[in-house]
Nanobody
Framework: QVQLVESGGGLVQPGGSLRLSCAAS????????MKWYRQAPGKEREFVAA????????SYAGSVKGRFIISRDNAKNTVYLQMNSLRSEDTAVYYC??????WGQGTQVTVSS
């Protein structure tokens, strides 16, 4: 029974920060590529960030590079997304993803403008 549960979303002012968490159960994330996606109203779901295996290697969308940091704690079976210097265009539902095609329910991030 694979379950991914995102948390940490909320309302934040432009320039502020949030830290999202993705707690996994029914699956061991160690050795797996874990990803964050987001979807704004009327928009397609878009890739945000990925962490590969141990977390030594990470990848980011150009729109968030330099502002967001993806990390993982395999001992806690949890993936994180530290979001800094938030902008109104970062407003979206953020989803955690694990292979193969597992998704969390999403957590809402709203950046006021």
């Amino acid at each position: 029974q694979v379950q991914l549960v995102e948390s940490g979303g909320g309302l934040v002012q432009p320039g502020g920060s949030l830290r999202l968490s993705c707690a996994a159960s029914g699956i061991i994330i160690s050795g797996k590529t874990m990803k964050w996606y987001r979807q704004a109203p009327g928009k397609e779901r878009e890739f945000v960030a990925a962490t590969f295996s141990s977390g030594a290697i990470a990848s980011y969308a150009g729109s968030v590079k330099g502002r967001f940091i993806i990390s993982r704690d395999n001992a806690k079976n949890t993936v994180y997304l530290q979001m800094n210097s938030l902008r109104s265009e970062d407003t979206a539902v953020y989803y955690c993803n694990a292979p193969f095609n597992y998704w969390g329910q999403g957590t809402q991030v709203t950046v006021s403008s």
